[in-house]
């Protein structure tokens, strides 16, 4: 019986998220500070392209077509880069990919069904 006692277990606490650097905080900043375009896809299938000027821990402002546009970061199925990000994530150790190039994203309206 004493072998199946229940070992101490001790609790483990996880970081706050104001002291965790989280990835998307990364690739953002990145690609506000290096000034890439990035093509923005939304729930609805709305593409939005254009730069990152700023975000917080719920919202992004991109700059597009002459003005700003506030989106909330729960309408965001994806953000591309038109640009490969290096030395982010570690990346100083691997090869450079030289050529890569993005293909021009061209959005349209969604189609509306009667």
């Not at 150790?93 to 994203?105: F, S």
Request: proline content about 5%; some cysteine.
């Amino acid at each position: 019986m004493e072998q199946y006692k229940q070992k101490d277990v001790k609790e483990v606490s996880k970081p706050s998220v104001s002291q965790t650097i989280r990835i998307q905080e990364t690739f953002l900043n990145h690609c506000r500070r290096e000034k890439i375009n990035v093509v923005i896809q939304l729930f609805d299938q709305t593409i939005i392209e254009g730069l990152i000027i700023g975000f917080d821990r719920d919202s992004i402002v991109v700059a597009s077509r002459g003005t700003q546009q506030l989106l909330y970061k729960t309408s965001v199925v994806c953000i591309k880069p038109f640009e490969e990000l290096h030395l982010i994530f570690n990346e100083a150790r691997r090869a450079p990919r030289t050529g890569v190039k993005y293909p021009r994203v061209v959005s349209y309206p969604p189609a509306r069904q009667h």
